[in-house]
T-cell receptor, first 113, second 111 residues
Framework: DTEVTQTPKHLVMGMTNKKSLKCEQH?????MYWYKQKAKKPPELMFVYSYEKLSINESVPSRFSPECPNSSLLNLHLHALQPEDSALYLC????????????FGSGTRLTVV | KQEVTQIPAALSVPEGENLVLNCSFTDSAIYNLQWFRQDPGKGLTSLLLIQSSQREQTSGRLNASLDKSSGRSTLYIAASQPGDSATYLCAVDWTGNQFYFGTGTSLTVIP
């Protein structure tokens, strides 16, 4: 298995809803990442997990809450989002660090209404 | 501030043409550089990874080069095809655990 799987592919949520994005890999990678990408912009790093511990938080608002329950799974919990949070959320993984490159999932297209 | 710049922002070429995409970065002390392809509304597909000790990598019709001293990388696409139409992103890692992305080059190959 050489893929990063993200679910759901599309999500529409209201500003008072609570939802979660899921990312899974079975490549034995020990680093996992969440990126946010707005239309026609490059991906921007949100969080980095290394060996299931949060190692980087790029000053992301607390309405985004990451979780890494085990080495294969990464979640992003969403609560009280704003319409400007609508974006493509991308998950990536790597063996450890960038030395072997990143593998990205296909993303979750989030729309906040 | 560490930045990654890609020029041109958009490029349109006829099918069969060879082309070069450019990536420049502000600090030459990089760990790794990775080129990605992104189709509209989709995730990123890895094309080539160049580690800091390497000068180039090749995969099929693609060749990526790295010149750290000048802060540049190029992606060469030979014999372009309409299926190559996509946005190409360059990503640079200065710390060993965090890629920074350029703004991308949107490529259109005209049949």
């Amino acid at each position: 298995d050489t893929e990063v799987t993200q679910t759901p592919k599309h999500l529409v949520m209201g500003m008072t809803n609570k939802k979660s994005l899921k990312c899974e890999q079975h490549m034995g990678h020990r680093a996992m990442y969440w990126y946010k990408q707005k239309a026609k912009k490059p991906p921007e790093l949100m969080f980095v997990y290394s060996y299931e511990k949060l190692s980087i938080n790029e000053s992301v608002p607390s309405r985004f809450s990451p979780e890494c329950p085990n080495s294969s799974l990464l979640n992003l919990h969403l609560h009280a989002l704003q319409p400007e949070d609508s974006a493509l959320y991308l998950c990536a993984s790597s063996p450890q660090g960038s030395g072997y490159g990143y593998t990205f999932g296909s993303g979750t297209r989030l729309t906040v209404v | 501030k560490q930045e990654v710049t890609q020029i041109p922002a958009a490029l349109s070429v006829p099918e069969g043409e060879n082309l070069v995409l450019n990536c420049s970065f502000t600090d030459s002390a990089i760990y790794n550089l990775q080129w990605f392809r992104q189709d509209p509304g989709k995730g990123l597909t890895s094309l080539l990874l160049i580690q800091s000790s390497q000068r180039e990598q090749t995969s099929g019709r693609l060749n990526a080069s790295l010149d750290k001293s000048s802060g540049r990388s190029t992606l060469y696409i030979a014999a372009s095809q309409p299926g190559d139409s996509a946005t190409y992103l360059c990503a640079v890692d200065w710390t060993g655990n965090q890629f920074y992305f350029g703004t991308g080059t949107s490529l259109t190959v005209i049949p």
